[in-house]
């Protein structure tokens, strides 16, 4: 017979104190370049065009960041910053949920042809070390049920009509987070027969997590802005 | 027997067999051209007579053509290997897009031979089941072929498909019996996908899978990118595996380039794929425990995959390894203080998985639910050419690291896992039994790192070559054309999820609604890493 009890006790507390106290543990985070000092050579490494050239140096337009690592090393580099607190409020969106919703939001996860790295992450914000529950967030089965719209990857073509028929059946009020850079515009796969290229061709998108994945920190303050306990960060950051 | 002596065997072999067709010792594979008219044979031979196993089928239109109708021509590329470690090309040129089905004799090739229908035009003479595959009828028009060379992938094709409501497919004919759809979205954070079953309300009596929910077109996009810009595709499409594909796509590419990757940087390359396949399959643990309802087992297998998500963060930068595989070596590499830190949580976690497999094994409740359930059978597994710990679990022992070894796996000691039932207590088993190999080889190769370089030199060289690994769900081949310009002229990718899939409705007998999570998570299979 197992005893889960008593190894699952002796173990201690797992789960992070964030957003009560700051998060620093290594490997939290895969961490982005911050806009500063750099040559356009420096910009034009970028694959992925995040990196622009600036009268002061080299800006970052995280929305296009996908953590390919190649302006981190090498005889120019920039500096790397290990926060994930990346959340961000594209123009269009809407306000945050009204406060009788801060203690408890019910979100659908949406797999519009997310890679395993969005799906590993998001499975993870109900593991011990993040456990959403303590922050008032709950998954939901049905969309029927929740307040918001998580979506990852690109939105394939197979998965446009599911996407919408998804968000139609939520109650107001309702929000739409576009999880990481192919939920933005697409990522590495873009536009193409195959790929809308972004949440934001099929339903309205209220909030934009970056990142390549985003880790489940990152997602957890995504949730928290979607009541307004967090403020959403800047997406374009100039030297 | 050795590789070059084997080929020569082979190549012996084939030529008293089959007279007319012509046989090239490549040294590195044994190159076959043959015409359309001979290729269901020498495959069959492959297959049945020198116990090959079929690997992938790259198909490339000719590059002078457009995309008329039935005029495209085709050259096709069957690859087929031994565990003698022979790489086996059968090379057959198509002028009417049509080539013969193998699929009736090499159950392996069924899908890849759909693959190729959709996304080429080519038909398949013999094929019984073609139609609605990666391209869904209710969204794709007729005569959709994205990997012809005239069709632009920048283009949005439709959105109406042939404006029928599709009908999933019935097999069983019985009174009460109903298809009940479990997908695209379903469950709380599941992969998009469409599993049909049919059921007269409690017990399974017949699954249909249906994929390519998440088909983004990754072959198509490639085109014309450079290699640079493709291995983001290569670490992406499947990013659990990230790691493993980025390994394979530059594999090829150094093949191409005759490059050779230095000691140090060959050693970096089976540590981080070994790592990999750790964090994989304690991944797999994690979800089947949750499946089973076993919440503290799934959070004691999420504890540990967070610490190794940490762990390869901390050592390698980024929680899933992007951006750390190029062509020639790796992009960067961690120094030895990372790599101590790198060595002791490793053996931290495996001893944290060591403590959760005694615990799952001595959990009654937990095994009366894996037992026995989801049962591929040894004939099954090697019928649909399954690969991975799925197959291995069904007593059919095949590993890349050992049959067709890459990178310095020759001289390394990989003792392949081997369980014999097939259910999901043996693929729980053969997990556990890989993430020790894998740790011990992490381990070994630490402790005698060479010192040199972690990267050479390279240069981006036209003409096509295949790149392979055994990735942490099975085998994977990249099969690469690089142009005159050093762009990616056409890239196949087989991925091992492609295959195993293949077999998943096979695994129901007996099974109830509620066993059906627990047989998809006791696979351990990725959607996106079929679905391309």
Redesign the interface.
Known sequence: ?????F??LS?GI?TTRWPTDPET???????RPRAGVGSAELAARC??EALFPHDNGVGVDFGHC?????C??GDEALAWEQDFTWTSKPEQGREALPARFSRSIHV?????????????????I????YNMHRVGIF?T?T?RDADVLLVG??V???????LRK?YEAMPEPKRVVAMGVCAING?????????AGGVAAEIPVDLVIPG??P?PLAIIHALLAVTGRTEPAELVENP | MSTASGISNLAQALRDQHADTTIHDRGDRLLIEASTDRLYDLAVALTSDHGCEFADLAIEQHAEQDAEEDTASFTARYFFYADTGVLVEIVTASTNAELPAISDRIHAADWHEREAEDMFGIHFTGHPFMGDFILHDTVWPENVAPMRRGFDHGERVSEKGLGEDWQPPRLIDEPGLFAFPVGPIWSDYAESGLWILETPGEHIHQAHTRLFYKFRGVQKIAEGQSTGQALLLAERFSGSSAFAHGLAYCQALEKLAGCEVPARAQMLRVIVAEFERIRYHAMTIAELAGSTGLAVGKARGQDIEETLLRLSGEVFSHRYLFGLIAPGGLAWAPDDEALARLDHGLQAAAEELEQLERLLTASSSFLDRIEEMGGLSTEDAVRYGTLGPVARAADRTLDLRVSLPYGIYDRLKVTVAHETEGDGYARMRVFFSEIRVSAALIRDLLSRLEDGPFAAPFEVVPGAALGWVEAPAGATFHWLRVDEAGLIARWQVAAPSFRNWHAFQQVFDGAAFQDFPIIMASYGLSVAENDR
Not at chain 1, 156 to 162: D, G, L, N, V
């Open positions: 017979m197992a005893n889960w009890v190894h699952s173990r797992r543990a290594a490997g939290v985070t895969p961490g694959p992925t996908v953590h390919c690592q190649r981190r090393h659908r996860y949406i797999d519009a042809g997310a890679c395993g790295g969005c799906m590993g992450e998001i499975r993870l109900d593991a011990p070390a998954i089965a969309p990857g690109p394939t073509e197979a998965m446009r009509e599911p998804a990522g590495v796969f873009g536009t193409s027969f195959a790929s390549c994945p880790p």
